[in-house]
């Protein structure tokens, strides 16, 4: 009878402990919004800032490179040189073209869970021939250094191919205005970078930059053997004055000068 009270026991035990252990917390938990470290602020030519959560728990070595670059002011004035409708915005290239990056070595590649959607931010490598062999497909993968986009649209066909380091979490407008083009005619830029930590000041919008006056070309120029251009006679004036206009009714509002 005490034995099988005991196995009793020992079965419930076992049918208990389950309920107690599904949650398992991971060992690198995602960071929460209210992180300041671990919230990167852009600051864009196209009207305001955007919050990016960064996620070193899948990314470390891209977040910790982004940080590191964010705080010697590395991403300032840097322009979106590759700008796609409906794929992405490209930035961090201090060349402007695609093909420069920052003097330190290249990031290993950390593909993770994280999808391509809508405000992920992930970084950019070089990509390798069709056919290539693996050292060269390897050498591509962990070719990540400071250059990465912004997603528009979900292209989950980059999912595991490159690293998600962070999703935009507020100011998603102001990515959406960024201007398109492989270049882009009259680029967007980010203004400031900044880490939430850091306690940057408020968004500064960009300087407005007068448009130049037009250039004085001197006297008209005539060439040898032909004469200047007469001034064309006034039209007469009307022998009668015209009509006066009504003015407005009380209340109206007065009629645009055409």
């Known amino acids: 009878m005490r034995f099988l009270v005991c196995l009793m026991a020992a079965f419930g035990w076992f049918v208990a402990s389950p309920a107690t252990a599904q949650y398992v917390p991971s060992v690198h938990p995602a960071p929460n919004v209210s992180d300041k470290e671990n919230l990167l602020y852009l600051d864009l030519s196209t009207g305001g800032r955007v919050t990016i959560l960064l996620r070193p728990d899948v990314a470390p070595l891209m977040v910790d490179r982004i940080k590191t670059l964010t705080r010697k002011h590395f991403y300032d004035g840097l322009l979106f040189h590759r700008v796609i ?26 593909f993770n869970y994280l999808p391509h959607v809508r405000g992920a931010v992930s970084a950019a490598r070089p990509g ?16 990540a250094n400071s250059q990465f986009f912004i997603v528009f649209e979900p292209t989950l066909k980059l999912d595991n191919k490159y690293t998600v380091f962070g999703r935009v979490i507020d100011g998603m407008q ?3 205005a ?42 008209e ?38």
């Open 174 to 176: 102001y990515v959406d």
């Open 128 to 143: 390798a021939r069709d056919g290539a062999p693996p050292e060269e497909v390897a050498v591509a993968e962990n070719g």
């Open 178 to 219: 960024i201007e398109r083009g492989e270049p882009p005619i009259t680029p967007s830029r980010i203004l400031h970078a900044w880490i939430a930590a850091d306690n940057p000041p408020a968004y500064v919008a960009a300087p407005v930059t007068p448009s130049a006056p037009p250039a004085d070309l001197g006297p």
């Open 85 to 110: 409708e409906g794929f992405m915005a490209q930035t961090g290239d201090p060349k402007g073209n695609g093909t420069g990056g920052s003097d330190m070595p290249n990031v290993k590649a950390e």
């Open 221 to 258: 120029v005539v060439l040898p053997g032909a004469a200047p251009a007469k001034p064309t006679a006034s039209a007469p004036k009307p022998a009668t004055a015209p009509a006066k206009s009504k003015p407005n009714a009380p209340g109206a509002k007065p009629r645009p000068r055409r």
